[in-house]
């Protein structure tokens, strides 16, 4: 299996000047994930949950998963930032950990896990995040998608980013004993984001 490079004649792309690439299989972008989340969690990297050696333990099993999927996005050669993420079922442990009791018609519906995006700091504030989470989604077949994001994140501007992008609250998770304490929001797949870019 390689890269699947779902292109109509000619890389897309984005208003913010970037060129996105689909992959399905992890091989080929395994380096390129790992050197951006080392630069970008350069800051975190001596807390055990945010080392490189644990963020590629979690890649590797989200890789394994189905329905997984990266969006890299590219300027020239260099990788500008990613996001991947992966169906999740009826039953998921990801909806297991959230500690609001979640509706039954939220929980069977078709989701999409956005487990990562991360973009590297000359792109930021660009309009390249939003531009890979929309690729991202973009063939998608599932209906609706949840991330879970640290609300003290940028002193709380991911989580309203996220919320500018059509995300809302649905409770709080632990992930893992180390980790922090998460916020689980949702959306619906297909939004108009056009008034965030």
């Given at each position: ?58 890649l590797a099993r989200h890789a ?107 409770g709080r998770s632990q992930p893992?004993?180390?980790?922090p304490v998460l916020t689980a ?13």
């Open positions: 299996m390689g890269r699947t490079d779902r292109r109509p004649k000619g890389p897309p792309v984005t208003a913010s000047g970037i060129e996105l690439r689909h992959f399905r299989d992890i091989e080929p972008v395994w380096d390129t994930l790992i050197d951006v989340y080392a630069e970008v969690r350069a800051d975190r990297l001596h807390d055990p949950h945010y080392s490189v050696e644990r963020y590629a333990e979690r394994s998963e189905p329905g997984w999927e990266a969006v890299v996005g590219y300027d020239g050669d260099q990788a500008v930032g990613y996001a991947y993420g992966n169906r999740i079922e009826y039953g998921d442990r990801f909806w297991k950990r959230v500690t609001s009791p979640l509706p039954d018609t939220l929980t069977r519906t078709p989701t999409l896990a956005l487990k990562e995006i991360m973009v590297r700091v000359p792109w930021r504030k660009t309009g390249a995040s939003l531009a890979i989470h929309d690729s991202l989604l973009s063939q998608r077949p599932e209906t609706q998608v949840t991330l879970m994001v640290n609300p003290l994140a940028g002193d709380g501007k991911v989580h309203r980013l996220y919320e500018t992008w059509g995300y809302h609250d649905i893992s004993p180390d980790s929001m949702v959306r619906e797949v297909a939004v108009d984001n056009t008034a965030s870019r």
